[in-house]
């Protein structure tokens, strides 16, 4: 296999700082599936293709910072949600756009990575399947910092709705594509790959 080259411009984000409801309340990146947990699988994957690699996460920062190269948090603690983990790492991105993704997509590859970065412009781009959409499957440019940053004050709190109103374009998947399953809850755990 051919050594992984850097996405061009592209920092990176693994979302891993909610309260993992469904999960129990078990910090989802450090879930096990398939002998590693969540977190190493997507870290496997990302990890050659960018100088920054940030995660965002609200607990066990220490073996985050193992993984990453940079870390942010919630400013508060209530758990707001995934949107103002992406504004807090737009606030430091190094490069022209920021790649976002889940911690609990293990299938995830670096096809489809390429396949969303090779959409770059100046408006988001998102993953589309089966008729929804993925946002925290996406592409943003970091220059979009002060519109998201303003539909946070004024109260905006859902990703998918933050980007359409930035006109974020699809990157249409097949309903069965599987590397978009995310592991919500626990018995999803006892799958397998095929």
């Not at 969540?38 to 073996?63: A, F, G, Y």
């Not at 293990?106 to 090779?118: A, E, K, N, T």
């Not at 988001?124 to 940053?149: E, K, R």
């Not at 980007?163 to 699809?170: D, E, I, P």
């Amino acid at each position: 296999m051919l050594p992984a080259q850097l996405l061009p411009s592209c920092s990176i984000l693994l979302l891993a700082g909610g309260r993992g409801q469904r999960m129990g309340g078990q910090d989802k990146g450090w879930v096990s599936w398939q002998g590693q947990a969540l977190i190493e699988h997507m870290h496997q994957v990302v990890r050659p293709l960018t100088d920054q690699l940030i995660i965002s996460c609200n607990r066990n920062q220490q073996r985050y910072q193992a993984l990453a190269d940079q870390l942010v948090t919630d400013p508060a603690e209530d758990y707001p949600g995934p949107l103002i983990g992406i504004i807090e790492a737009l606030q430091i991105v190094h490069h022209s756009y920021l790649l976002v993704l889940p911690c609990d997509a293990p299938r995830i590859d670096r096809s489809l990575l390429q396949l969303l970065v090779s959409q770059a412009g100046p408006t988001p781009v998102m993953l589309h399947q089966g008729g929804h959409w993925q946002p925290l499957f996406s592409l943003i440019p970091a220059s979009l910092l002060p519109q998201l940053t303003e539909q946070w004050h004024t109260g905006q709190r859902s990703p998918q709705r933050a980007l359409l109103q930035l006109n974020a374009r699809a990157i249409e998947l097949p309903a069965d594509d599987r590397r978009l399953g995310n592991f919500n809850a626990p018995e999803m755990l006892a799958q397998t790959l095929e």
